[in-house]
């Protein structure tokens, strides 16, 4: 991940517009995904979105189903809120630190392995909302790190891969000055070594909080009518289009859509339930104990780094020998904590 500004003026992913034909999805994913309370332009979050896509296709260019396709896979409601925070708005920053910061601290702790009560997870939290909030520029806003948040991943995922590169620059910039020259009695400069590549430690509940989360999952897409299973299992364990989809089940795509992120966050409020609720032991498993708010956020923030979650054993489906090719782009279709 890049959080740093580049000032090139030819770099295509600063200077990209969407096409007239992919307008008409930027009005309908802004209304969907912006909360009015935020007083976000549509001209700002289509220049994210148009950002998102050149990351993604880079010159080549993309028709408007592909843009579509693309797009739905965003975590479009945590790009709103980016863009909004980045453009100064007290009420996007209210939500943020709400929802985000608590989480911030967990993930600090996490990094550091200590409490998320602890001073040092605190000030390694705290440390990220004056680059977040752009105080680096004449503007507010003007050299935010939101900005190079293209909503591929969650919000959470990607504050936690800044707060690790920051904890990074920081040993290593303290282990600059705790290895300064020395100069020995022959007059001659010791050499000091180049710094080893520092290795952030693990959480140790990572592989626990990636089974309960499994675990919850499972259950939670059990629970589903056959008709909502089905169009997931169409979507994410076979990778067919929205159109093709809408073909299947009768639907037009654009109801497919809406369908698909209602089941996406049903899901997630069943999950996190489950995972709150903790289980009772049964069938030789360990009973597991109930997660608070800062536990689930960790354990949805490693879920979505996670790859190994296999959809095709849990839909129980073979996939496509080929599913890509020129009219099916490459995107990732997992489900989205």
Request: contains cysteine; hydrophobic residues 40%.
């Amino acid at each position: 991940m890049d959080s740093r500004p580049d000032n090139s003026s030819a770099d295509p992913v600063r200077e990209a517009k969407l096409p007239e034909a992919c307008l008409f999805f930027a009005r309908k994913f802004f209304a969907e995904a912006v909360s009015e309370r935020w007083q976000l332009s549509l001209k700002v979050y289509a220049a994210a979105l148009a950002r998102s896509a050149a990351k993604r296709f880079g010159r080549a260019p993309f028709s408007a189903e592909q843009f579509q396709d693309y797009v739905s896979n965003l975590h479009l409601r945590d790009l709103g809120l980016a863009c909004a925070c980045s453009e100064g708005s007290e009420a996007a920053w209210e939500d943020f630190i709400t929802g985000y910061r608590s989480f911030l601290r967990a993930a600090s702790a996490a990094i550091l392995r200590c409490t998320p009560f602890d001073p040092s997870a605190i000030e390694l939290a705290d440390s990220l909302f004056s680059e977040l909030y752009g105080l680096g520029g004449q503007t507010v806003g003007c050299s935010s790190l939101f900005r190079y948040f293209h909503g591929r991943s969650s919000l959470k995922t990607w504050l936690r891969a800044v707060l690790v590169q920051r904890h990074i620059d920081q040993v290593r910039a303290l282990r600059k000055f705790d290895s300064l020259d020395e100069l020995p009695q022959d007059g001659e400069a010791r050499r000091i070594p180049e710094p080893a590549i520092i290795e952030v430690p693990a959480d140790p509940r990572r592989e626990q909080y990636l089974r309960q989360f499994r675990e919850a999952l499972t259950t939670a897409l059990a629970s589903l009518d056959a008709r909502d299973r089905s169009r997931l299992q169409l979507y994410y364990a076979e990778d067919r289009t929205l159109a093709e989809i809408g073909r299947t089940i009768g639907e037009h795509e654009s109801s497919v859509s809406r369908n698909l992120e209602r089941i996406r966050k049903e899901l997630r409020r069943t999950v996190e339930g489950l995972l709150r609720a903790g289980s009772a032991a049964s069938n030789g498993k360990a009973a597991a104990a109930g997660l608070d708010g800062a536990q689930i956020a960790l354990c949805l923030q490693y879920a979505a780094e996670d790859a190994a979650i296999d959809l095709d054993k849990l839909f129980d489906v073979a996939k496509p020998q080929n599913p890509s090719g020129p009219d099916r782009p490459d995107i990732d279709r997992r489900i989205k904590p």
